[in-house]
């Protein structure tokens, strides 16, 4: 928690009377406190105790980084939560609301918020923290339909069998040189998988990669999976489900060159808007809880703090 500085000020006098050594500020954490008090904030303009706080974390912030790297920072970390909180209402059952959210369109407005703050991340966020394009990769999001994803995440030895065959699929579409070992997935709820790829091994450019990705479709790599999904036989017959061929559905998220300090940067800012999300979800649904209606909520806060704390250490804050 931030202190007022009167505060902090009264604790460094009396540790050095004491005889004790300050322990520097973690940069991580510092990053950390700001962009969950920037979502926090949002929404809660009236409240003067998080404005107060929010005013504490930036400061702090501010001491450690450039202006305009805070700037961005707070910038994506509210654009994310505008976009959790645009979802969630599109998300409501209301009669009332459903004819609203018809005029307002409030999950087509998430999406392209959600958009706007990728965008700052490939195009400012990543220059600023990893000027070095060697430590470039390659990341995108897409989904993978008819796959029975309740016993490819409850079977461990079939989950690793299906993300071979995604991870063959990538490297087929990511041009020659790409092997298996070039690429990293990660298995999200929804059927999304979050995919990474680096440069290949065998010689060539994170650029080259981007571009022969670029150029894939929904279509393309589906074919691409299903002849992984061949290649893997008898492994992965009960990966499938019912309702026809495994295919690429959509690709959420276009390919786009990143590097592991953003990627952790924007996974805590996407995860730590959805942590508040819920957080307010599981407060105002207290109701709920007798009947079990809240408890996804919590169970969802679980999760994103679980990412946050996870990909928090991987900002890469602590080495400047």
């Given at each position: 928690q931030?202190?007022?500085p009167n505060?902090?000020?009264?604790?460094e006098?009396?540790?050095?009377?004491?005889?004790?050594?300050?322990?520097?500020?973690?940069g991580?954490?510092?990053v950390?406190?700001?962009i969950?008090?920037?979502?926090r904030?949002?929404?809660n303009?009236?409240?003067?105790?998080?404005?107060?706080?929010?005013?504490?974390?930036?400061?702090?912030?501010?001491?450690?980084?450039?202006?305009?790297?805070?700037?961005?920072?707070?910038?994506?970390?509210?654009?994310?939560?505008?976009?959790?909180?645009?979802?969630?209402?599109?998300?409501?059952?209301?009669?009332?609301?459903?004819l609203?959210?018809?005029?307002?369109?409030?999950?087509?407005?998430?999406?392209?918020?959600?958009q706007?703050?990728?965008?700052?991340?490939?195009?400012?966020?990543?220059?600023?923290?990893?000027?070095?394009?060697?430590?470039?990769?390659?990341?995108?999001?897409?989904?993978?339909?008819?796959?029975?994803?309740?016993?490819?995440?409850?079977q461990?030895s079939?989950q690793?069998?299906?993300?071979?065959?995604?991870?063959?699929?990538?490297?087929?579409?990511?041009?020659?040189?790409?092997?298996?070992?070039?690429?990293?997935?990660?298995?999200?709820?929804?059927?999304?998988?979050?995919?990474?790829?680096r440069?290949?091994?065998?010689?060539?450019?994170?650029?080259?990669?981007?571009?022969?990705?670029?150029?894939?479709?929904?279509?393309?790599?589906?074919?691409?999976?299903?002849?992984?999904?061949?290649?893997?036989?008898?492994?992965?017959?009960a990966?499938r489900?019912s309702g026809?061929?495994?295919?690429?559905?959509?690709?959420?998220?276009?390919?786009?060159?990143v590097?592991?300090?953003?990627?952790?940067i924007?996974?805590?800012?996407?995860?730590?808007?959805?942590?508040?999300?819920?957080?307010?979800?599981?407060?105002?649904?207290?109701?709920?809880?007798?009947?079990?209606?809240a408890?996804?909520?919590?169970?969802?806060?679980?999760?994103?703090l679980?990412?946050?704390?996870?990909?928090?250490?991987?900002m890469g804050?602590?080495?400047?």
């Amino acid at each position: 928690q931030v202190c007022a500085p009167n505060v902090c000020a009264q604790r460094e006098r009396a540790s050095v009377m004491a005889g004790w050594l300050q322990r520097p500020a973690s940069g991580n954490d510092t990053v950390r406190r700001l962009i969950l008090m920037q979502c926090r904030s949002l929404g809660n303009d009236s409240d003067s105790t998080i404005e107060r706080d929010l005013h504490y974390a930036e400061e702090d912030a501010r001491g450690c980084l450039d202006d305009e790297l805070v700037d961005v920072l707070k910038d994506m970390a509210s654009k994310c939560m505008q976009s959790c909180d645009l979802a969630r209402y599109a998300d409501r059952k209301n009669p009332c609301v459903f004819l609203y959210n018809l005029a307002a369109m409030p999950s087509m407005r998430s999406r392209h918020t959600y958009q706007d703050a990728l965008l700052m991340k490939h195009t400012r966020l990543l220059k600023m923290v990893s000027p070095n394009q060697e430590t470039w990769t390659v990341s995108l999001i897409l989904t993978v339909l008819n796959v029975d994803y309740e016993k490819v995440m409850g079977q461990p030895s079939l989950q690793a069998a299906f993300s071979l065959a995604v991870r063959r699929a990538i490297a087929a579409a990511a041009g020659e040189g790409s092997s298996v070992e070039d690429v990293s997935v990660d298995l999200w709820a929804g059927a999304a998988i979050d995919v990474g790829i680096r440069p290949p091994r065998a010689g060539g450019r994170t650029e080259e990669v981007h571009a022969a990705l670029v150029g894939a479709t929904p279509a393309s790599l589906s074919v691409a999976l299903e002849a992984a999904f061949r290649e893997g036989g008898a492994a992965l017959s009960a990966a499938r489900g019912s309702g026809g061929p495994v295919h690429v559905g959509e690709i959420r998220q276009p390919p786009s060159l990143v590097s592991a300090r953003t990627d952790a940067i924007f996974k805590v800012c996407a995860h730590g808007a959805w942590l508040e999300q819920n957080t307010r979800d599981w407060d105002g649904s207290q109701g709920g809880t007798l009947t079990g209606a809240a408890w996804g909520y919590r169970h969802s806060m679980q999760e994103d703090l679980d990412v946050v704390n996870r990909h928090s250490e991987l900002m890469g804050f602590d080495e400047e």
